[in-house]
């Protein structure tokens, strides 16, 4: 029996879409119900559709992912997957590493899973390397903007200029928050962040 091919995306939150990797993963499933999502950060360990694609795939079945990162966070939690699926019998294929994709001769697996270990070792410190210059640039940016007195803990918020009066006229039961949306110009959505922001400042 032919094994299943399923597909696996992942974005850190909600805000983030799909689009870009589902383009990238449709072609190598039969069928849609055989991809898989998250919208959550890859240290959660309980992504609900990951969970329920390991439930799902069995001996023989093959897993695209657009990137080796989409599997966890840092390089032991992706080699514990990509070990776990090893054994269970299931072939990895990520789009991004094109070696992974190549079909090999029976019994030729071994210089696939060599050139592959290797790959994965490379691209996962990579991986891990660049997360820490972006958190040591961000630090370093925060030191910069406390030096020069610009920095109060939160990121800067744009908002109308007559925000203060809207805001307090709502709070006083003076307009609903729709006219104060419509005053302002701004989506229900973005309208409730801002305001959880604002206050969070008051």
Do not use: C
Not at 2 to 28: C, P
Not at 188 to 198: G, I, L, N
């Amino acid at each position: 029996m032919t094994g299943i091919n399923f597909a696996y995306m992942r974005v850190s939150s909600k805000e983030q879409n799909l689009d870009r990797q589902y383009e990238a993963l449709k072609g190598y499933v039969t069928d849609e119900k055989y991809i898989y999502s998250d919208k959550a950060s890859g240290k959660d360990m309980e992504r609900e559709g990951f969970q329920n694609l390991l439930k799902a795939m069995r001996t023989g079945d093959t897993l695209f992912i657009k990137s080796i990162d989409r599997l966890g966070r840092n390089k032991q939690q992706i080699k514990f997957y990509l070990e776990q699926f090893k054994t269970d019998g299931i072939r990895v294929k990520i789009i991004d590493l094109p070696t992974t994709m190549q079909d090999v001769p029976t019994g030729q697996d071994w210089v696939i899973d060599m050139i592959n270990n290797i790959i994965i070792e490379v691209y996962t410190s990579m991986a891990e390397q660049e997360r820490e210059n972006i958190k040591q640039r961000q630090a370093e940016g925060i030191a910069v903007a406390k030096a020069k007195g610009k920095y109060l803990g939160r990121p800067i918020i744009e908002l109308p200029k007559e925000w203060n009066k809207l805001h307090k006229e709502w709070k006083n039961g003076q307009i609903t928050a729709v006219a104060f949306m419509n005053a302002i110009d701004m989506k229900k959505a973005t309208f409730y962040k801002k305001v959880k922001e604002y206050e969070a400042t008051l």
